[in-house]
């Protein structure tokens, strides 16, 4: 159990871009058009970003493996290794180009758990858990990072924007929708009718979620405000998450 070389590759992408960001000008503010600074925004995000889905994937991983899946080890989902967690166009290029699209963190890559040999089904919960709350949990502590640099500096503004996101992609996941890890957590409690029934729609199911995200600026705005109530709770800044929101969407001002 080891980071293998691709990980620790996307980290090094993140601290180039945080390097950039920090020394770009930001002086500006959301008028800023300093190719450093916005160049370090980008890249600190989104290869954040995927540094944080691997996470959330070894989240469920580990939690599989510790609680009775043995064959976890063996389709190496234990290292860290983005590559392995399903198709990397389907699990890890569409979702960062929606993110770059639309701002909204789609669930990627997926590890494929033998349920049937996880010893509870409280333990089948927490598998399911595990991958959110890695994603909390890294929200939570970019935010207590962000809270020792200073205010008005470049990197302030990337580590709140992407705070803020893992806070949002806590939120989608959470969601008990066939598909998603929230539906996973409950579906072990759930009558063999309910469980029939999600296993009917579930590739269905959060294609309508995302068409409603995407589609109606009320949903999207909801979950916008719930996210930035929980980012605030953390300690975050909607102001500095939104002009580092704001530098990542450069090409649309």
């Not at 293998?4 to 500006?28: M, R």
């Not at 699990?91 to 996880?118: C, E, Q, T, Y």
């Not at 909390?136 to 502590?141: H, I």
Request: proline share 6%; net charge neutral.
């Amino acid at each position: 159990m080891r980071p293998s070389p691709v990980f620790l590759g996307i980290l090094a992408v993140a601290i180039l871009g945080g390097f950039l960001a920090a020394y770009g000008d930001s002086s500006s503010l959301l008028g800023s058009k300093d190719p450093m600074f916005i160049a370090g925004v980008v890249l600190l995000v989104a290869a954040g970003w995927i540094a944080s889905l691997t996470l959330h994937e070894f989240g469920h991983a580990i939690v599989a493996y510790r609680g009775g899946d043995g064959s976890i080890a063996e389709k190496g989902y234990l290292d860290l290794d983005v590559r392995k967690y399903t198709d990397p166009v389907l699990s890890i290029l569409l979702p960062l180009i929606f993110l770059l699209i639309g701002g909204i963190p789609l669930p990627g890559g997926a590890v494929w758990i033998n349920r049937g040999a996880l010893r509870t089904r409280a333990t089948s919960m927490w598998v399911s858990l595990a991958g959110p709350l890695s994603n909390l949990g890294v929200g939570a502590a970019l935010c207590l990072v962000v809270a020792l640099v200073p205010m008005a500096h470049g990197l302030f503004y990337g580590l709140s924007y992407l705070a803020l996101l893992q806070v949002m992609t806590f939120l989608i996941n959470i969601l008990p929708i066939p598909g998603l890890d929230g539906w996973g957590a409950i579906e072990p409690y759930l009558s063999p009718q309910a469980r029939a029934f999600g296993a009917r729609v579930r590739p269905w199911a959060p294609l309508v979620l995302f068409a409603l995200l995407f589609g109606f600026r009320a949903v999207s705005n909801l979950l916008r405000h719930v996210a930035n109530v929980i980012f605030g709770v953390l300690g975050g800044s909607e102001t500095a998450s939104g002009i580092g929101e704001y530098a990542f969407f450069f090409w649309q001002h």
